[in-house]
Structure formats: C-alpha cells, structure tokens
C-alpha cells in the first residue's frame, strides 16, 4: 500500500512534465553553453562536440526519474491489474457456472456480452457461439420479438428503476424451445442505461407439470362430473370437501351449498348416531367395517325428502390426512321396479290361483247344472200328475211368474222349480267367468232383472245394509245378456257391502238417459265416456254411503289385479269384469266417490233399436284384458 502510494506521488501531470524537461534541458544548456567555453582546455570546436553529449548526459537522470521510471512503474501496475482483473474474472465466472440459473449480460446493442455455463447448457451453444450475437434475434422466437427488432426500444422497456419478472422462451440450438422465468436489472453507467442484466430459471418441466396436471384436472372433472352416480369427498371432520354433479343433482343441492356441509346432513336422523359411532372407531382403530361392500341406506334431500340409495365407501390419503370417497347411486326407481315385479308376481300368483278356482268351479258349475236339470225336469213332471192345483200359489207360464191354483205340494213344487232356475243362473255365471260360456243378447228390462235378483243380494249384503231401489217405471228396453247385468249387479253389491263394515244404505236406481250435444254432463268420464255417440240410454246408478276412495286411487280401479283391499280379502278382478262387461254391451261406466262419503257407480247401457226374433250369441270376451 506504500509502494503505490509512493508510485502514485512519482506521476506527474502532462504539463508538470513538460515544464521539468523544459527546465532541465535549459539549465542544462545554459550550464553547457556557460561553463565550457570559459575553460582553456576546450575550443570551440570542442564545445561544440561536447555540447550534445553534456546536454544528454545531464538530462538522462532527469527524463529516467522524471518520464522513464514512472512509466515503467505505471506499465507494471497495468498489467498487475489486468492480471488481477483475470482473476476476478475467473473467480465471478466460477461464481456464475455454478448457479443453478441463466445469467445473461446484455450490452446497450442487445448483444450478449456474458453468459454462464448453465445458460450454455439450456442454449446448447458454446460460450464463443454465444458471445458477441445479438440476443433477441439468435435466441428468442420471432412470435415474441419479431426479426430486427430494435434494441433501444426493449431496453426502453426494461429500463425501469428496480428489477421485474416476465416469462418468454429460449430458441435452443435444436430448435425446441425452453421456457424461463427471467429477472431482469438495467445496467446503468453514469445516468445511462449500458445494457441489462439477466437471470433465468429454466421452467419448461413444471410448465409441462403444470399442463398435464391442469389437463388431468379436466380429465378429472369430466369424469367426475359425467358419472352416473353421485361421488361426494370428506375429510376427518365429516364435512364434503368435493362432489360431483350427479351428487348435487341427487341430493338437491347446489355445488356450494355442498361443499363444507355435514355428511350427517345428508343422511336421515336415525342413522347420525351410528354414522358417529362408525367414523370414532375408525379414527381410533383405523379398521373400517363397510370400505369396499356397497350398502343399502338412505339418503336424505335439500327438501327433507327420504329416498333408498346403494352406498359405497373407500378411503385414501392425500397431504397425510384422510379421505373418505361415497359413492351414492339412487335407486328409487330400481326399488319401485321390484316391488312392482314383487307386486306383479303376487298378482300372477293370485291369478293362477284364481285361474284354478275358476276351472275347478266351472267343472263343478256344469256338474251341478246336470243336476239341477234332474231336480228341475222331476220336479215340473210332479207337477204334470197334480190335477188339483191351489189357485194362490205361483207358477211360470211362458217365462213369467202367473198364480196358479194348487194344493200345498204344488206351491211346493212351484218353489223347487224357482230356486233351481236361479241356481241355474248362478251356474251359468260360474261358467261365464270361468270357461268364457257365449253370452246371449236378449231385449231386457233392467229393472225386472233388477226385480228378480234383488231378493238375492240382500241376503248378500246381510241384515245391517240397508237396500232401497229407485227404478222408473217406463224405462226403456236394452240389449244384454241378462247373466253378465246380473253378475255386474253382484259385483257392485259386493263392493258396497265391503265399504260398509259396520253397515249402512244402498241404492239401486235406474232411469232414462237422452244424450245429445252436451251428452255426459254431469258424470265424471273416467274411461271413454265422452265417446258414446248421441242417443237413448237407460242409466243404473249402485249408490252407497261407504267409506269411500281417494281421489289418486279413482283412475286405477278398473285396473285387473287393482284392489284397495287387505291382502286375501280380494282379487282386484271385480270391477274389472264390471269394466269389460259394460264395455262389450256398448256402454261405459263411471264413478264418483268421496273419503268417508260413499261411492256411486253410474252404467249407461244403450237402448234397443232393433231386434230379431233369434237371439244373438257371441263369446264372451276376456273381462279383465282390456
């Protein structure tokens, strides 16, 4: 440090300098020119040759410790320092080499005046490759510069007074491009910007990362979300961490709603408490009892609504905690399905057995009726051998009940021949429903149908029903088979005895029915109705003060199988035997009813407009298929 600054005090200044050479050379002179001439020994000729040598022999000295020595001193520092300067350049690029990130150094022209070894690396390039070329047109893509772009412009950019961040790529000598994340700094000298300082981090892989995990994450979510069934994430704490659409659609729920809510929301109260208990033991023991089986519960809607849902639980861990996946699948429709199948099946049963019922009591109908003829014919031949009938006793003449004189045994025998023709009646029914026996279409008053069988249905409906009948007395004349109306009659008295368990009234009233233009009103058409053309018809009306139907239930009870009866009280088969028989005679029926205010069923059958002498037979057809 002495050393220097002694050398330092040797320098002197341009003009310093001139002025001591200056002085010098004309002291020197002036000594020369002075001294020599005045001494005997020199002549002028020798003054004059010694002149020049005196003159630098005086003057080296001074032009050595004045110009030459610090000169040589000065060339030595220079290159002490250059020397220096290399080693500090040596170390700063070691420093460089070694970092994990591109340092680039720009000058004010955009050329690269220093890179690193890493920079040389993601380059591809050699450091001689690199330095010197113009950094925006040799390494960064055209899209993002653009060919000859000027310089000043991107350092005008740059020029800002603290460091910034910003994303671009590299071209690479292969031509790929790299992705980096560059902080910059301008280099400023004296007030002016001289060129800018890089450093890079090279970001290519967690560009790609980050795009194939915003890829998988849309992948993810396209699965997640176009699942069937609904897929909802919890954590330890029982709440949703994540769902999918099907989960919001199922439970009712909007995404947000979701997200943060209790999993014992979703669950109906009588499962909480073992929910609670399940979830503790699995966070003590870390055994679960139900991962991996699919169960099935119940779920519970936004609105309160209670619905059966197939459930299956796994669980996972992710950032050393643990997950909880459900999947929820609702299976309201596949429950409704089998217990309609079950339901199906019950009634296919039924049917099978009623199938048998029928066939068994057809055969016993037809043996019965061979019987009945026997009793009947012996009967009407005891009559034959009486000569002496009772005038007061009745008789059948030509199809009608005449009275008839006789003594006891004929009335006797009268009574034999009645009750063996409705027996006969009964029979012909058991074959209608069970073997589908022809029908036969006859003129038919309603109301004497009525008349005959009424005796009948109140011993049916038993002594707490009360019967009354309301028949008009000029109603017109139907077609029917007098069988199938009497069976309908019975069907109906049935259903009303059945709604009046502890008893009540029932009406039967016939009238006439004239539809024109506004032909229904006042009924309640539940199939077809509004389709019977204008015309005479003769209406039967079945009322009773029963305890009624639901509104929901109306439109299902001509349905075969369809019964609001306990299970073994009733075949559903009734009504629709009703149903089909009124169908097939050209009518329609109807039903209006009320909770606790009875029911009235109203037939509207069409009148006979013209008839042959035969009657007409046709097969019956299936009642309860329509």
Not at 204 to 215: D, F, G, M, N, V
Not at 257 to 262: D, K, P, S, T, V
Not at 274 to 287: D, N, P, Q, S
Not at 550 to 573: D, M, N, Q, V, Y
Request: glycine share 8%; hydrophobic share 40%.
């Amino acid at each position: 440090m002495e050393k220097n600054r002694h050398v330092i005090k040797a320098y002197l200044s341009p003009a310093r300098l001139f002025l001591v050479i200056a002085a010098s050379i004309f002291l020197i002179e002036a000594l020369v020119m002075i001294v020599l001439p005045r001494l005997p020994v020199f002549s002028e000729t020798t003054v004059a040759l010694l002149d020049s040598a005196m003159l630098v022999a005086l003057l080296s000295p001074v032009l050595y410790f004045f110009l030459f020595r610090p000169l040589l001193q000065h060339i030595n520092e220079r290159k002490a320092a250059e020397a220096g300067l290399v080693i500090e350049r040596d170390r700063a690029q070691s420093y460089l080499d070694v970092a994990g990130v591109i340092i680039v150094a720009l000058d004010e022209n955009g050329s690269v005046a220093l890179i690193n070894k890493k920079g040389c690396e993601i380059l591809g390039y050699e450091e001689y490759d690199i330095l010197g070329r113009n950094w925006f047109t040799g390494f960064v893509p055209d899209a993002m510069w653009g060919m000859g772009k000027e310089i000043a412009a991107v350092l005008e950019k740059l020029s800002e007074p603290h460091p910034g961040y910003f994303e671009n790529p590299v071209i690479t000598r292969k031509g790929e491009q790299r992705h980096i994340l560059w902080r910059y700094a301008p280099l400023v000298r004296n007030g002016a910007i001289k060129g800018v300082l890089y450093s890079g981090e090279d970001i290519t892989e967690r560009k790609r990362a980050e795009k194939a995990l915003i890829e998988s994450e849309m992948h993810y979510r396209l699965v997640h979300n176009s699942a069937f069934d609904g897929i909802i994430i919890s954590c330890m704490n029982d709440r949703v961490l994540d769902c999918n659409l099907s989960a919001e659609n199922i439970f009712g729920y909007e995404r947000g709603e979701l997200i943060g809510l209790q999993i014992t929301s979703l669950m109906p109260p009588h499962y909480r408490q073992r929910h609670a208990e399940g979830l503790k033991r699995f966070l003590a023991t870390g055994i679960s009892s139900i991962q991996g089986r699919p169960l099935e519960l119940e779920g519970l809607k936004k609105d309160g609504t209670v619905f059966p849902v197939e459930f299956t639980l796994s669980i996972f861990y992710m950032e050393g905690s643990v997950r909880f996946n459900g999947t929820i699948r609702d299976i309201t429709e596949r429950k409704r399905a089998e217990s309609d199948r079950e339901r199906m099946q019950a009634q296919i049963n039924q049917s099978q057995k009623i199938e048998a019922v029928g066939r068994l009591a057809g055969g016993i109908a037809h043996d019965f009726n061979n019987i009945l003829t026997t009793i009947e014919g012996n009967a009407e031949l005891a009559l034959e051998d009486i000569r002496s009938p009772h005038p007061a006793l009745p008789r059948e003449v030509g199809g009608k009940m005449e009275k008839i004189i006789s003594d006891p045994v004929s009335a006797r025998l009268n009574e034999i021949i009645l009750s063996v023709k409705h027996a006969s009646k009964l029979t012909r029914q058991l074959l209608l429903f069970s073997r589908g026996h022809p029908v036969e279409i006859i003129p038919l008053n309603i109301n004497s149908a009525i008349e005959n069988i009424l005796s009948m249905l109140r011993r049916l409906i038993g002594e707490d029903i009360r019967l009354t009948t309301e028949l008009a007395p000029d109603i017109w004349i139907i077609a029917a088979d007098e069988s199938s109306i009497e069976q309908v009659l019975l069907n109906l008295t049935v259903n009303a005895r059945d709604a009046m368990p502890k008893g009540g009234s029932m009406l039967i009233k016939t009238s006439n029915v004239l539809l024109g233009e506004n032909k229904g009103k006042g009924l309640s058409p539940l199939r077809g109705c509004e389709e019977l053309p204008p015309g005479k018809y003769v209406s039967i009306i079945v009322r009773d003060n029963g305890s009624g139907m639901e509104k929901e239930i109306i439109p299902r009870i001509f349905e075969p199988f369809f019964t609001t009866k306990e299970a073994g009280k009733g075949t559903g088969l009734g009504l629709s035997v009703i149903y089909g028989i009124v169908k097939q005679h050209g009518g329609c029926i109807t039903v209006e009813s009320v909770p606790g205010g009875g029911t009235a069923f109203t037939i509207l059958l069409p009148i006979l407009t013209r008839f042959s002498k035969e009657p007409v037979r046709k097969p019956v057809k299936d009642a309860t298929v329509q």
